[in-house]
């Protein structure tokens, strides 16, 4: 590994500065625009949108476009794309350009199936010539930062991470981001943090380490041991998005601050109107259902909270039931006799 170091509280992905050195991971289903503005103002330095069709964008899905809108609040944001064919590709690419997003992300890493059998996501890991043409196909049309997220690859040495890491360089990517599983392993077992270290002394450009952070310490941990410039946080962020500011204050010489529940609660409420808005109302008590279930995690009363959750259809009634639970967690935090 890297030789231990104090952590900057800032790098660079070209001229893209990124401050605090964080980052939301990109999250099916779950990074949309509301859910990125809150990780935002819980101090996260980079916010990353859900995984894109290259092809979807192309041929004008309605409901991908949606998903790349952009408020000058999440600033900067990276559009995470994935597909195999360098020329749509690289239309994909000029397209996300266009819409103002800061930086383009490919994704070499998603390990589903039905992406993986396409040919996109991890599959590329094991075709360098195309992964090759893919890059340069991308990086043609760019004057943006252009990024990838990998994983280890199909097999637990690194090999392959190590030489499409180089072939990325070698095409003029900007930066890295590595979650150090194997395609297999998907979200098991634990990443292997040593390969981040390794991977730091192989490249020039930025690394983003990725992989089983669930603490503003274990944020700093990683940046410490492995060397690398920035971490990246996905399912922490989904019940935790506090994780943030914790790691942007610790990183300061400060200590965690103590989030009231007045304050979580203020959060989610302010997460329920954008969603509503951003979604319409249908849609996003369907979506609520499951968000606020992480959100509450670990509350007292979330369980129950949660069976009532699962049958709300109206804003009226998601508010009335947060009204509800925040009402009884502030009971129990004041000590009174709860009925």
């Given at each position: 590994m890297a030789e231990t170091r104090f952590p900057s509280d800032e790098f660079f992905i070209s001229d893209l500065r990124v401050s605090p050195p964080t980052a939301l991971a990109p999250l099916a289903g779950v990074t949309c625009l509301p859910f990125r503005k809150m990780v935002k103002s819980m101090g996260c330095g980079l916010v990353y949108t859900?995984?894109?069709?290259?092809?979807?964008?192309?041929?004008?899905?309605?409901?991908?476009?949606?998903m790349m809108e952009i408020h000058r609040t999440e600033r900067p944001v990276a559009v995470q794309i994935f597909g195999c064919e360098p020329d749509i590709m690289a239309e994909a690419a000029a397209r996300v350009q266009a819409s103002g997003a800061d930086m383009v992300d490919i994704n070499f890493g998603c390990s589903v199936r039905k992406v993986v059998k396409t040919g996109a996501g991890v599959a590329l890991m094991r075709e360098p010539?195309?992964?090759?043409?893919?890059l340069?196909?991308?990086?043609?049309?760019?004057?943006?930062?252009?990024?990838?997220?990998?994983?280890?690859?199909?097999?637990?040495s690194g090999q392959q991470a190590f030489r499409i890491a180089e072939l990325a360089?070698?095409?003029?990517?900007?930066?890295?981001?590595?979650?150090?599983?194997?395609?297999?392993?998907?979200?098991?077992?634990?990443?292997n943090r040593t390969l981040i270290?390794?991977?730091?002394?192989?490249?020039?450009?930025?690394?983003?380490?990725?992989?089983?952070?669930?603490?503003?310490?274990?944020?700093?941990?990683?940046?410490?041991?492995?060397?690398?410039?920035?971490?990246?946080?996905?399912?922490?962020?989904?019940?935790?998005?506090?994780?943030?500011?914790?790691?942007?204050?610790?990183?300061?010489?400060?200590?965690?601050?103590?989030?009231?529940?007045?304050?979580?609660?203020?959060?989610?409420g302010r997460f329920v109107d954008e969603m509503i808005d951003h979604h319409g109302e249908a849609i996003a008590c369907m979506l609520l259902r499951s968000r606020l279930c992480f959100l509450v995690k670990g509350l007292p009363?979330?369980?129950?909270?949660?069976?009532?959750?699962?049958?709300?259809t109206t804003r009226n009634q998601v508010a009335d039931l947060l009204l509800d639970f925040r009402s009884a967690v502030k009971a129990r935090e004041s000590g009174s006799i709860l009925p």
């Amino acid at each position: 590994m890297a030789e231990t170091r104090f952590p900057s509280d800032e790098f660079f992905i070209s001229d893209l500065r990124v401050s605090p050195p964080t980052a939301l991971a990109p999250l099916a289903g779950v990074t949309c625009l509301p859910f990125r503005k809150m990780v935002k103002s819980m101090g996260c330095g980079l916010v990353y949108t859900e995984m894109i069709s290259a092809r979807a964008l192309v041929f004008e899905s309605e409901k991908t476009w949606k998903m790349m809108e952009i408020h000058r609040t999440e600033r900067p944001v990276a559009v995470q794309i994935f597909g195999c064919e360098p020329d749509i590709m690289a239309e994909a690419a000029a397209r996300v350009q266009a819409s103002g997003a800061d930086m383009v992300d490919i994704n070499f890493g998603c390990s589903v199936r039905k992406v993986v059998k396409t040919g996109a996501g991890v599959a590329l890991m094991r075709e360098p010539e195309l992964a090759e043409q893919v890059l340069k196909a991308a990086r043609n049309v760019l004057r943006i930062p252009l990024t990838i997220k990998i994983r280890t690859g199909w097999d637990p040495s690194g090999q392959q991470a190590f030489r499409i890491a180089e072939l990325a360089e070698h095409c003029g990517v900007d930066a890295l981001a590595f979650h150090p599983r194997t395609a297999q392993q998907r979200f098991g077992g634990r990443a292997n943090r040593t390969l981040i270290g390794d991977m730091k002394k192989r490249i020039t450009i930025p690394l983003i380490g990725n992989g089983d952070i669930d603490s503003a310490e274990d944020a700093l941990s990683m940046l410490r041991e492995t060397g690398c410039d920035g971490v990246m946080i996905g399912r922490a962020a989904m019940a935790h998005p506090g994780i943030f500011e914790d790691t942007a204050r610790m990183l300061a010489g400060h200590g965690n601050r103590n989030r009231s529940s007045d304050r979580h609660f203020d959060m989610i409420g302010r997460f329920v109107d954008e969603m509503i808005d951003h979604h319409g109302e249908a849609i996003a008590c369907m979506l609520l259902r499951s968000r606020l279930c992480f959100l509450v995690k670990g509350l007292p009363g979330a369980v129950d909270f949660r069976k009532k959750l699962s049958h709300v259809t109206t804003r009226n009634q998601v508010a009335d039931l947060l009204l509800d639970f925040r009402s009884a967690v502030k009971a129990r935090e004041s000590g009174s006799i709860l009925p």
